[in-house]
């Protein structure tokens, strides 16, 4: 940091290796359930280390893995997945950076209660809308189509209030700055505040990817078309299995393979943290 | 609500910047909630035949029923264990995780990936690893003496949902912790420590300020997400068990709902649900937001 | 001259025209069977459409009963149902009200013209879904019914012949005491579903009434009636036997933490579906597993009913075009073919539901070679069932398995008595019939 102390320096390490282990442990046993055969998991207590059946497992898998429980092959799932998780993405920063500009730049009648209304979007559990969300679907003929998969899910708020909470602290000597250079408003937004506001983006874009990336119900409830199946559905389907013991060694190596993607979002995503602002001075 | 000095004169602008959220959420939110929000008046069978309209039956029976009054406790331990751990300890591994910003990037993305596991899966990970016979974390609890079972005990339960619903919300909140702790202007930090301030002061009076917009965020964010999106880990669980002692209110409307197929009540409960969470953001934006700086 | 240019290029275009019509009709049947048993299922719809060319049955899986059916009720709602789903059996109070909703199977087949002898089936199986006519509603399709499994190798180790499983609780107390003491195993037995297993089996084997109105099947109104004697003479006896270390419990609704404790030798015996079978004998992991018919109280009763059934059945929606519909009926011929039948069953665990198919596993020696897999049809179809052990019938049932966990926790927590709680379940269960009977 500022200046040398090594021992916060080995108090800092020692929190997040804590920290990470706490956190990272149950990833960890699934990592090992998917490594072992198909039996190790419920007959005793779940062994801490790899097991010898990791090749075999993460092969089958995605090979023919989810072709036996009737899903579609695991390679045309994440794409379904990847396709949800860019829309979701994607769809929700972009009308949310410019509904949070919009409320924060601007006075304007109903100004309040527009806010509000976006959101409230977060105050009422999905299980409670699904089934009127699905009427409204479907009398707008988008089951079954992408546009009726992503659409209804950008319609949420915490972009918005996260770009709202980022544009706040931005300084008005900026936005005055703009006005008697005689840029008007969406100029400011694409030159200097769009730039400054890459690293919420950044954050946005991971969270908002997962969110996209694990969407289970809703596509559950309005696709008939296996063409639609995403990878969650279709460990879900291997997993819950009424009567029957669900095969974990494989359901845990799909759960690792699902989550590879999004870690390479993570990770590619963390360099525009990092770069991000730290010489932008303020 | 807090606004910007100065404003774009521009009058028909905004409207055209907001038109596509306020459209998607009229036709995806609003409309399925109020039709969500009319059945709560309503008593029907499952497909729709016959409705009764029953003004506020519904309400009445709940704020009869004393396993509902229970849950509000249930869910207000929840919801408070959940926010306070939850932010405190991501924002302990945002400190420290600023201070070796070097190494930081293994250590980031190790702390943000737990939240890529897909909510159901991770239910049923907890499930493993606290089950009574076979989870390694019942045997590692046998191991030092403590007794395991959440399903006859229902503090044991509860602290079984705490800990799955704090872990995932860990990632979260440490993911915008970082992102707004790399923010923080450097020149700020040197100017305390030149006047002799040390790290620990510095991080509490100049840092944890600046870094309050998003602090906000993550709280209401958080009660939030406590308070509506844990159904699935409960459901994954404890089925609100025992006794009902880990029933949380969104698992009782998704329980009544969703698999119960009692419409009517699952709407009633979901809209006094709403409004308390709506009460809570107006109070936090009315009292807390003062203290926000921006 | 014209007239006939006419004639011709219209008789063409009709021709043209006409061929589309030629394609298969698609049927979408809903289901809710996750892993491999759903792609068994899909191997099922295949073999039908390979048989013949009119029609497809296009299989959706729709995630969980409970997700099944509520999409189901939501497709509906949006007149976007398929024409066959999948419901679980305790949704058959739900579906049976639904009469503007559900195309009754009987009336069905009789409709388009299919042979329909409800004598071919299991009468518990069919007994379970029809009216109080005897009408069928729902064509059974996966059908399981509870029986105990237990641990050869540790009654050999306690002494115990392995060959001879507990008849009456009374044994399955001594049994589990002997194996405690001889420390072949740390607890004697435990139990998935106790809604289902030790309470409405419960009732069903002792021929106890469950509830008035022929356990619901008689009309909305019925009031429930098994805070009996003998339920609250079980329930207590589980709550002293899990304080002596008898018997562990294995959670609420299905009892997901039973199963560990079988597989990992902790329990000796364990009660649980026996469509269960092949996960059992799959992660009995270094022993061998011994099936039985489920305990009774020999005192109560001298020879145990039928047990009664689980799993679901194959409801037929209203309101998609007729020409589905005598699609459905073949499909619905098909499925009760003994091969079908018994592939079925043979493969997935569940009840073959017609007496064919059973005689036709007889017939290919399957069940000598598989000792045990009996035990589940050779239980339901000991006797004739009574009106107390055809099953159970009531709407907002999910619910009232909810209540009997409650009170089941709350007893074994020490909360409460086994009379206050079986009354519990008893009182605050009538009031979810009433509210069921009010809105339907």
């Not at chain 1, 009427?135 to 992408?146: H, S, W």
């Not at chain 1, 006005?179 to 937004?189: L, N, S, T």
């Not at chain 2, 860990?170 to 923080?184: K, P, R, T």
């Not at chain 3, 559900?102 to 329909?116: F, I, T």
Request: charged share 15%; hydrophobic share 50%.
């Amino acid at each position: 940091m500022v200046e040398n102390r090594p021992f916060l320096n080995f108090l800092a390490h020692l929190v997040l290796i804590l920290g990470v282990t706490i956190v990272v442990f149950p990833v960890y046993v699934a990592f090992i359930a998917s490594s072992h055969g198909p039996n190790d998991f419920l007959s005793g207590v779940v062994p801490l280390t790899p097991g010898s059946h990791i090749i075999e497992n993460y092969s089958t898998m995605l090979s023919s893995g989810m072709t036996s429980s009737g899903a579609p092959p695991i390679g045309p799932m994440m794409i379904n997945s990847l396709i949800m998780a860019v829309g979701v993405a994607v769809g929700k920063i972009a009308i949310s950076i410019l509904s949070a500009f919009a409320i924060v730049y601007f006075r304007f009648p109903f100004r309040t209660l527009a806010f509000w209304m976006i959101f409230i979007t977060l105050m009422l559990p999905v299980e409670v809308r699904i089934v009127p969300t699905y009427k409204v679907v479907a009398d707008l003929g988008m089951l079954n189509n992408y546009g009726g998969l992503i659409i209804p899910l950008i319609a949420s708020a915490t972009a918005t209030f996260l770009f709202r909470q980022f544009f706040l602290t931005v300084p008005d000597e900026l936005m005055e700055a703009a006005r008697v250079d005689g840029a008007g408003p969406m100029k400011f937004f694409r030159d200097i505040l769009l730039p400054l506001s890459i690293t919420n983006i950044a954050a946005l874009f991971i969270i908002l990817f997962v969110l996209g990336w694990n969407q289970y119900l809703w596509p559950l409830i309005i696709t008939t078309d296996q063409s639609f199946y995403t990878v969650v559905m279709g460990i879900q389907r291997m997993a819950a299995v009424a009567d029957a013991e669900p095969r974990w060694n494989l359901v845990m190596a799909a759960v690792i393979l699902a989550a590879l993607p999004p870690v390479l979002v993570i990770v590619a995503m963390q360099r525009l943290f990092v770069k991000g602002l730290v010489e932008t001075e303020k | 609500m807090q606004t910007k000095r100065t404003v774009f004169p521009n009058k028909l602008l905004p409207y055209l910047l907001i038109a596509p959220q306020i459209f998607v959420t009229v036709v995806f939110f609003l409309w399925p909630a109020a039709t969500a929000f009319w059945q709560s008046f309503l008593r029907q069978d499952a497909f729709g035949f016959k409705t009764n309209f029953v003004w506020f039956e519904n309400y009445r029976r709940l704020f009869a029923d004393p396993i509902y009054i229970n849950a509000f406790g249930h869910t207000l331990i929840f919801a408070i264990l959940v926010t306070v751990l939850s932010t405190a300890i991501a924002l302990l591994l945002a400190a420290a995780a600023m201070r070796v910003l070097r190494t930081s990037r293994i250590y980031s993305t190790l702390l943000i990936w737990p939240y890529a596991v897909a909510p159901a899966i991770a239910g049923i990970l907890w499930w493993f690893m606290f089950n009574p016979s076979i989870g390694i974390v019942a045997y590692m609890l046998r191991a030092m003496g403590v007794s395991w079972n959440h399903l006859i005990n229902p503090d044991d339960a509860m602290t079984l949902i705490v800990i799955a619903a704090t872990w995932k919300q860990i990632s979260y909140n440490f993911l915008f912790f970082l992102a707004a702790l790399q923010s923080v202007p450097r020149s700020l930090q040197e100017a305390g420590a030149i006047d002799g301030a040390g790290p620990v002061k510095r991080f509490w009076t100049i840092v944890f300020p600046l870094i309050s917009p998003t602090t906000f965020y993550l709280i209401v964010i958080n009660i939030v997400y406590a308070m509506f999106d844990t159904f699935g880990i409960v459901h994954a669980t404890t089925q609100g068990g025992p006794a009902r002692a880990t029933e949380i209110l969104v698992y009782k409307v998704y329980f009544d709902g969703f698999i119960g197929l009692n419409l009517g009540s699952s709407a009633a409960q979901s809209v006094i649900l709403m409004v308390i969470v709506v009460a809570l953001t107006a109070v936090q934006f009315r009292f807390i937001e003062r203290r926000v700086q921006y | 001259m014209n007239k006939i240019a006419f004639f011709l290029s219209a008789g063409l275009t009709s021709l043209f025209l006409s061929v589309p019509a030629m394609a298969a009709t698609k049927i979408q049947w809903w289901h809710a069977m996750g892993g491999e048993n759903g792609a068994k299922l899909e191997q099922i719809a295949k073999g039908f459409n390979a048989s013949q060319s009119d029609y497809e049955i296009v299989p959706v899986y729709k995630g969980t009963y409970d997700e099944t059916l509520t999409g189901a009720i939501a497709a509906f709602r949006a007149n976007q149902q398929p024409a066959i789903v999948q419901v679980y059996e305790v949704g058959t109070g739900t579906m049976m009200a639904a009469q503007g909703a559900v195309y009754p199977v009987y009336q069905l087949m009789k409709d388009e013209g299919e042979a329909w002898d409800q004598s071919k089936f299991i009468a518990p199986v069919v007994g379970y879904y029809s009216d109080t006519s005897g009408n069928v509603l729902s064509l059974p399709f996966n059908s399981s019914t509870p029986i105990m499994y237990y641990n050869k190798d540790v009654f050999k180790k306690a002494g115990l012949d392995p060959e001879t499983p507990p008849k009456t609780w009374a044994e399955v107390e001594s049994f589990s005491r002997t194996i405690m003491k001889s420390g072949a195993a740390k607890c004697g037995f435990t139990s998935a579903w106790i809604s289902w297993i030790q309470t409405e089996n419960l009732n069903a084997l002792h021929d106890k009434p469950y509830s008035t109105k022929a356990n619901g099947f008689g009309g909305l109104d019925a009031e429930f009636t098994f805070n009996n004697d003998l339920t609250i003479r079980h329930w207590d006896n589980l709550k002293k036997w899990q304080d002596e270390g008898l018997f562990k419990f294995g959670g609420p609704v299905g009892g997901d933490n039973a199963p560990p404790m079988f597989y990992s030798q902790e329990c000796a015996m364990y009660m649980n579906s026996s469509a269960g079978r092949a996960g059992v004998i799959n992660n009995a992991k270094g022993f061998k597993v011994g099936f039985a018919p489920l305990p009774f109280y020999d005192d109560v009763i001298k020879q145990p009913l039928n047990s009664i059934i689980g799993g679901a059945t194959l409801w037929t929606l209203k309101g998609r075009p007729e020409e589905e519909y005598k699609g459905v009926a073949k499909f619905f011929t098909y499925l009760q073919k003994p091969e079908v039948q018994a592939d079925w069953h043979q493969f997935s665990g569940y009840l073959p539901i017609t007496e064919a198919a059973y005689k036709l596993g007889q017939d290919q020696g399957y069940y000598e070679k598989n000792p045990g897999s009996d035990i589940g049809i050779k239980q339901l179809t000991r006797v004739t069932p009574t009106d107390n052990s055809k099953g159970i019938r009531f709407g907002n049932y999910v619910q009232v398995r909810g209540i009997i966990d409650d009170e089941f926790a709350a007893l074994l927590g020490g909360k409460k008595t086994a009379k206050e709680a079986v009354d519990a379940v008893v009182s605050r269960g009538n009031e979810q019939l009433r509210d069921f009977e009010s809105a339907n």
